[in-house]
């Protein structure tokens, strides 16, 4: 049984300030909440209040990016060890707007995929097509090349930890959100692409998340697809108690 995993994606939102209140007020929300994994995952500069506010709690933290690199002369970057050290038990590898706006490529993810692992972290890789893609019919292709990419190098075990997040572009931020059966054929063609590529238990293992347009009105949807292993929610992640009622629907 895969255990359902819901993270927050600040992306460049929130203060430190406004990072501290959010889990003041989140933390009491879903403290009787079991069987779900949840994660915040907010900008670097307010990881530390983070991770200080969700000491001794049952909420998980992530970084939003991380370098492929080891600490060196690389300016404006963040290394692995860093985030370890920050507390950050995940990293998010390859979300569409690093890909779109600061031009990640497939390869450059994987090396950040791996760098992840190298130091402790469990990456979330996210991958998803266009609408442009979409509607020329390459959604299963271009999910099977960013995947492939994305877990090259990797043995099976380290397959079965990796959480993936299909997210298609066209739903993130849009309100569009993807229709559940679609989503859930899309993440079944997915879980499909490792059982080729890295066997049937590491495919039964790997968590598969949807993410574009998630709300409270409709994470119990995309949860009721037996495929789908949880939730990559960035604008309804926002507000403490949209996310917890989030949380609280994927059970
Ligand atoms: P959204 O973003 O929930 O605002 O659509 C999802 C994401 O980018 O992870």
């Not at 001794?56 to 290394?79: I, R």
């Not at 989503?183 to 590491?202: C, L, N, S």
Request: charged share 20%; hydrophobic share 45%.
């Amino acid at each position: 049984m895969r255990t359902p995993v819901i993270a927050a994606n600040w992306k460049m939102n929130k203060t430190q300030a406004e990072a501290r209140q959010f889990v003041t007020e989140f933390l009491p929300k879903v403290a009787n909440l079991s069987g779900v994994e949840m994660l915040i995952i907010p900008p670097f500069t307010a990881i530390a209040a983070v991770a200080e506010g969700l000491r001794g709690s049952a909420v998980g933290l992530g970084a939003q990016n991380m370098s492929k690199e080891a600490p060196g002369a690389f300016t404006g970057e963040v290394a692995g060890v860093m985030l370890t050290e920050a507390g950050c038990t995940h990293v998010l590898a390859g979300h569409s707007e690093r890909r779109t706006l600061y031009e990640e490529n497939d390869q450059l993810v994987g090396e950040k995929v791996r760098a992840a692992f190298a130091n402790g972290l469990t990456p979330i890789l996210c991958i998803g097509e266009t609408l442009q893609e979409r509607e020329a019919g390459q959604t299963d292709a271009v999910n099977r090349r960013q995947l492939l990419a994305g877990l090259e190098g990797l043995s099976a075990e380290q397959v079965a930890q990796t959480i993936i997040a299909y997210e298609p572009v066209w739903a993130i931020g849009t309100g569009k959100n993807c229709d559940p059966a679609d989503a859930q054929a899309t993440i079944a063609a997915i879980r499909g692409v490792v059982v080729e590529a890295f066997g049937a238990e590491a495919a039964a293992a790997v968590r598969i998340q949807y993410g574009g347009s998630v709300k409270p009105g409709n994470v119990a949807t995309y949860m009721a697809q037996p495929d789908i292993d949880g939730a990559l929610v960035g604008g309804a992640s926002l507000d403490p108690a949209s996310f917890a009622a989030i949380c609280a629907g994927a059970k």
